[in-house]
């Protein structure tokens, strides 16, 4: 037993100790008034018993308190009929009602947060299978734009494209923030060319980028890294997404990737910049929160998701994630990716 415990229990009996000290102390009187030759005996006689009672009265409720929170400790973790009638025994009848009350509280808890789980889990199921379902029809919409892109204009081509990946995009985010929110994600660990996989990105977003007239400048080499790279495809997507979406109408817009290796930090890294419109200095510590979308006017019909399934894949896969922006005078992000050797 802890020291703190045999204080907890001292400070609950004090006033038991005090009433028993006050009546020592008013027989120590009545013994010195009628046995003055004995007084000294009977004084210590007393003394003696006290302490003792003291000693093992505080034994008897250290046993009764480890008996009760055996019995609190069960009863809260599982709030049974018999864990109930067991707290009752060991606190005495007199909080029976208060008990009852709670182990009903309680059940009735248990019961709907199992209820909310269930619903939760075939929420889940539902969403993981309308994401797969959704997907063949984007997949036939893909095949047309590229089999009948000769026989539409280019306007209609440009917009339906726009918003086929849109949708793409969209269904990706609802994709990772369900498997996100799993109790254990599964990673594929692979090496890959960091050039590569920022190529395959943008190539998807090819048709996006000739519409906003948008131009890659590219100083990447060849990096080997260890990551997922579905999930970095899904990292590089929404950051070039953002990059497009907020670009800068009145000048000639860029995206700049550049590769390099952090000799403080001991990782690789790679820069995306652009000219784009920014984001303003108070919105900046907050933009891979949750539903953050700004103060930004053109930002109204954002998400705030992108950003935040960056940093947490991010945080997954162990990618530091470093920001920097003057509002009008575009964006930059730099991912810094840990060094591992591949046996």
Known sequence: MKPTDWLNILKESQPWIILLCISDAFFIFLAWVAYPETFRL????????????????????????????????????EPSQE??????KSIGKLHKEKVNYLGNTLRRLNDQLDKAKLQTIDYEEFIESWVHEIKAPISLVTLILENRKEEMSE?????????RINISDNVEQILFYARLQADHVDYRLERISLSNCCEEALFELQALLDEKEVSI??????????????ALQFIFTQIFVNAIKYS????????????GFDSIMKRHYLRISDNGIGVLKSDLPFIF?????????????????????????CDELQIEIEVESEYGDGFSIQLQFPLVEVQ
């Not at 306007?155 to 918003?163: D, G, P, S």
């Not at 590219?218 to 997922?228: A, E, F, G, R």
């Not at 800068?248 to 590769?259: A, G, M, P, Q, V």
Request: glycine fraction near 6%.
């Open 83 to 88: 864990h109930e009638s067991e707290l009752i």
């Open 155 to 163: 306007l209609v081509y440009q917009r339906i494209e726009h918003a």
């Open 289 to 313: 929160d949750k539903g953050f979308t700004g103060d930004n006017p053109s930002k109204k019909q954002s998400t705030g998701i992108g950003l935040y399934l960056v940093k947490k894949l």
């Open 217 to 230: 400048v590219s100083q990447m080499k060849d990096v080997p890294i260890v990551s997922d790279k579905k």
């Open 248 to 259: 800068n109408e009145e000048i000639d817009r860029f995206i700049w990737l550049k590769t």
């Open 42 to 77: 009977l004084v210590g006689i007393m003394i003696t018993f006290s302490f003792t009672v003291i000693v093992l009265g505080m034994i008897l409720a250290w046993k009764r308190q480890e008996k009760q929170d055996r019995a609190f400790y069960d009863f809260f973790r």
